[in-house]
């Protein structure tokens, strides 16, 4: 009986710890870009909200680098355990398996997806020294000066370069390409008028769309955004069949057992179905989505073929 007490604490001890529920200690999720933008604009109110849905801390860990490369890898060699998520964009799923081409990671055989969290527009702004009003009379005037105007982005091969460049392809215009570091010093030639075109995200140009200092011709998502509802969208404005826009996915390591992955899912789509998450991510201009797992699968691989051969055309490439 000496012996077998001991034996039994420890089939005991190990019963519970097999027992006990997901998540029972703190969940990190990588956003794989610096502190301040889409990602924590999502991100962290869904840690907050995941926190109460699932009774565990939830926090965001921001690393940035490399177009969220260096975040993806990091994620992608984590124990799948569930206690690291990364909260990736379009880039990181769709693009960046096309523009760099010795990418250490892929984002369908790397990572099993939780769900789409949701999904925002850019809005077409040009300088408001540029005398056009319309999307019809932007295009008109970047045909009769080709290469003339310009446009500026975060960088080659970014979301607002690639969503430029599809859009020049399908309008038939010619626009010079102007890269930037960051969106701040973008957007701040915009103002000044050193380049005449940009697309923005309605967190980034809202108070500068509310002063008047730039002009917005169009939204580049299928449906008006009911941010700024009286903006058309780029295939109404003239150009049919357009769309682009910035989209957020929640997954995890390649591995993470399917009983994680599904109280994830379902933690994810009650908090994006709570009413304080979803102010605020439309005051930001983001729209809470929560899609199943297969969903996700599906959209990144069309995704992945559309912007394939965006990049393709463009010709962006970074090593």
């Given at each position: 009986?000496?012996?077998?007490?001991?034996?039994?604490?420890?089939?005991?001890?190990?019963?519970?710890?097999?027992?006990?529920?997901?998540?029972?200690?703190?969940?990190?999720?990588?956003?794989?870009?610096?502190?301040?933008?889409?990602?924590?604009?999502?991100?962290?109110?869904?840690?907050?909200?995941?926190?109460?849905?699932l009774g565990a801390s939830f926090f965001i860990d921001n690393r940035g680098g490399a177009g969220g490369n260096i975040?993806?890898?990091?994620?992608a060699t984590s124990p799948p355990d569930g206690y690291?998520?990364?909260?990736?964009?379009t880039s990181q799923l769709a693009i960046n398996q096309a523009l760099y081409p010795k990418l250490r990671y892929d984002a369908l055989k790397d990572f099993t997806p939780v769900t789409l969290l949701g999904s925002a527009p850019y809005f077409l702004a040009v300088s408001e020294s540029l005398p056009v009003k319309t999307l019809a009379e932007f295009i008109k005037l970047a045909k009769d000066k080709p290469g003339a105007l310009s446009y500026a982005s975060t960088g080659n091969g970014s979301g607002l370069h690639l969503s430029m460049e599809l859009l020049k392809s399908m309008a038939g215009i010619d626009l010079l390409h102007v890269p930037y570091k960051g969106g701040g010093a973008a957007l701040g030639d915009l103002l000044s008028g050193n380049v005449q075109a940009m697309f923005v995200s309605y967190g980034a140009g809202s108070a500068h769309i509310k002063a008047g200092k730039i002009r917005v011709l169009a939204v580049t998502?299928?449906?008006?955004?009911?941010?700024?509802?009286?903006?058309?969208?780029?295939?109404?404005?003239?150009?049919?069949g357009y769309e682009s826009g910035v989209w957020y996915a929640l997954l995890a390591p390649r591995g993470t057992p399917q009983e994680v992955i599904n109280r994830l899912h379902d933690?994810?789509?009650?908090?994006?179905?709570?009413?304080?998450?979803?102010?605020?991510?439309?005051?930001?201009?983001?729209?809470a989505i929560g899609s199943a797992p297969e969903f996700l699968t599906r959209y990144i691989q069309t995704e992945r073929v559309k912007w394939a051969e965006v990049v393709k055309r463009s010709g962006a490439t970074v090593e």
């Open positions: 009986m000496k012996k077998l007490l001991p034996m039994l604490a420890l089939l005991a001890h190990a019963l519970t710890t097999v027992a006990a529920p997901y998540p029972d200690k703190p969940v990190r999720i990588v956003v794989p870009y610096s502190p301040g933008g889409g990602g924590d604009v999502v991100g962290r109110p869904l840690a907050q909200e995941l926190g109460k849905q975040g993806m890898e990091q994620v690291t998520l990364v909260l990736a964009l998502t299928g449906q008006r955004s009911p941010a700024l509802p009286d903006v058309p969208t780029i295939a109404e404005a003239g150009v049919p933690g994810s789509v009650a908090a994006l179905q709570s009413k304080e998450l979803r102010e605020r991510y439309a005051a930001d201009g983001v729209k």
